[in-house]
């Protein structure tokens, strides 16, 4: 694993750096940010991320560790490989996309080329308790108390995203709503209704 690297910016481009490192010249992709940040004939220093295939080896770099390591969390979600996950990190910068999966922010996450609403809910609902969400006054998150009915709406909704039917998602909700009437919280549910669609 190359965990970063430092030499000579050779040439650079919209989306990548050519680094000269000991005599040789590293392709890296980035994000558009870091490309402009790095002349050519000044020194860089990267946090990289290399991503192994049959056919080839790629080097993604990053200004820092913590946006390294966002773009290699955002790999964990189904469908979201690396090409789409420097995608996320060039449309937002690392707080910015923090915020958005942790506040459930679909609008923001479907601007992002190649990420449709399925795929935003299901990015929420995997990295939303992993992404280190700043909380609000008091240390508890800003999102206001919706109703319970319409905690169940957004629960059945996020299922049939998922890939459910309306009726496998309807009937597992009502499941769960039976074993956990006071719960509203909605990734709470939504983690009970998953459990209970795995059975």
Do not use: C
Request: hydrophobic share 45%; no cysteine; charged share 20%.
């Amino acid at each position: 694993m190359i965990a970063s690297l430092r030499g000579t910016t050779l040439t650079t481009g919209l989306d990548h750096l050519v680094v000269e490192v000991g005599g040789v010249g590293m392709l890296v992709h980035t994000t558009p940010a870091v490309a402009a940040a790095n002349r050519p004939g000044q020194e860089a220093t990267l946090a990289t991320s290399l991503v192994v295939r049959e056919e080839s080896l790629t080097l993604y770099g990053f200004s820092d560790s913590s946006e390294r390591d966002l773009f290699e969390q955002v790999q964990t979600v189904s469908g979201v490989g690396p090409r789409l996950a420097l995608a996320m990190l060039s449309v937002h910068d690392p707080d910015a996309l923090r915020a958005a999966i942790g506040d459930g922010d679909l609008v923001a996450l479907t601007k992002i080329p190649g990420i449709g609403k399925k795929s935003a809910e299901r990015i929420v609902l995997e990295l939303r308790d992993k992404v280190g969400v700043a909380a609000g006054p008091g240390g508890s998150s800003t999102a206001p108390a919706a109703p319970a009915d319409q905690h169940l709406q957004q629960v059945s909704e996020a299922l049939v995203g998922l890939g459910w039917s309306a009726k496998q998602a309807d009937d597992a909700v009502e499941r769960v709503t039976a074993a956990e009437p006071a719960s509203t919280d909605v990734s709470q549910l939504l983690r009970l209704a998953l459990r209970e669609l795995g059975r």
